[in-house]
């Protein structure tokens, strides 16, 4: 058991741990998607689209994934700015 071998942690340990693993993924998720939103004029309706599917089906990664590749997309557009 998981519980005995980590000495001095009890069940209200690992539930904190697991709420605040809950709220962080919660944030993540709803930051996500309204960077979505607000960074449609950069791509169409179906990249948004589908976007706002990859980050709800795939929970922790597509929100990961989201953040890397608008914040190379960001870059990108600053530099051709520029």
């Known amino acids: 058991m998981i519980t005995a071998a980590v000495a001095g942690t009890g069940p209200q ?3 904190w741990v697991a709420s605040a693993a809950l709220l962080a993924w919660l944030i993540a998720l709803v930051w996500a998607m309204i960077r979505i939103e607000k960074t449609k ?3 169409d309706a179906v ?3 589908g976007w706002a599917v990859v980050v709800l089906c795939l929970p ?3 929100a990961i994934c989201w953040f890397i590749f608008d914040h190379a997309a960001t870059q990108k557009e600053r530099e051709d700015t520029t």
């Open 13 to 15: 340990t690992w539930e």
């Open 41 to 43: 004029h950069r791509r």
């Open 47 to 49: 990249g948004t689209l």
């Open 60 to 62: 922790v990664l597509g």
